[in-house]
């Protein structure tokens, strides 16, 4: 849980304190599936993932952002979080370990924004993204 | 592939009962075991009404509800062909157990690309506008849908 964090605080170039998740196991996609509601096969079928062209299943995109999700409230309450977008770069497989990390790359009055990154333990990216934080000011 | 006529359809709008059982799932299934998302009396402390849906939330009545899956059917989108490209959430209050929030997706744009490697593929960007019980604005959702040809 984020402790409060105030704007003055924080200044550009700041580090989001990293989060480490994994390995991601298939286990896990079943509990994602049913929890999502994204029924997907290719997410929790190893056959239909081949026949659709893949070596097997992949992760649904929505559990890595749920990691950078994480990341970002360990760090930031989650009231204070106003805006979070994300791409989906990569597609991530069991057993890959995923780094979320992340840094302030501007501030505006009472708003900070950071980019956030997310990848596997071959450096390979799965996400690239900016959230927006509104941080109270001391006063 | 994606019928672009279908650009800028709204789609009915469909309600979905925020759950603390649902948001233990999602948490759980990230592996995030902040007792914020599960425990009213920490939740509190920390200022909240109630334990507060995580940031990633969302996805569970846009998948639950149908209204992904519904898109999907409606733009005779092929099932087995999309990756999800982008993800976007606009937060304007917290939603908690025992809200009513209701969502309106919109198909806002369908877009054919080629990938770097000459692959041909539909972009499709639906939005989410959700209000809860009280008419308020919770959140917006934009989800971008890469269907492979």
């Given at each position: 849980m984020a402790k409060q964090i105030y704007f003055e605080d924080i200044n550009i170039g700041d580090a989001m304190p990293a989060l480490v998740k994994g390995p991601v196991q298939k286990l896990q996609h079943v509990m994602y599936a049913g929890a999502s509601g994204d029924f997907n096969p290719l997410h929790t079928d190893d056959d239909f993932a081949k026949a659709v062209g893949m070596d097997g299943v992949i992760a649904h995109g929505m559990l890595i952002m749920g990691f950078v999700g994480q990341a970002i409230t360990n760090w930031i309450?989650?009231?204070?979080?106003?805006k979070l977008g994300i791409r989906f770069a990569g597609m991530t497989k069991p057993g890959n370990t995923i780094t979320v990390s992340g840094k302030v790359i501007d501030k505006k009055p009472g708003l900070i924004i950071c980019e956030v990154t997310a990848m596997d333990e071959k450096g390979d990216v799965k996400i690239t993204g900016q959230f927006e934080a509104a941080l109270p000011s001391k006063g | 592939m994606a019928d672009k006529s279908k650009e800028g359809k709204e789609f009915p709008s469909m309600v979905w009962d925020v759950e603390r059982g649902k948001i233990r799932e999602l948490v759980r299934a990230i592996g995030d075991?902040?007792?914020?998302?599960?425990?009213k009396e920490v939740a509190k402390k920390e200022?909240?009404?109630?334990?507060p849906a995580p940031p990633t939330f969302y996805t569970v009545p846009m998948m639950w509800c149908g209204s992904m899956p519904q898109v999907i059917t409606e733009l005779k989108i092929n099932f087995a062909m999309i990756l999800h490209g982008e993800e976007e959430y606009e937060y304007y209050q917290e939603i908690y157990p025992g809200d009513l929030i209701a969502g309106t997706p919109k198909v806002t744009r369908i877009e054919e690309k080629t990938s770097k490697s000459g692959r041909k593929m539909d972009m499709v960007t639906v939005e989410i506008n959700y209000t809860n019980q009280r008419g308020e604005k919770v959140a917006k959702a934009r989800s971008t849908l890469v269907e492979r040809k």
């Open positions: 309450p989650k009231k204070c979080l106003k | 075991f902040d007792p914020l998302w599960v425990d200022g909240y009404k109630d334990c």
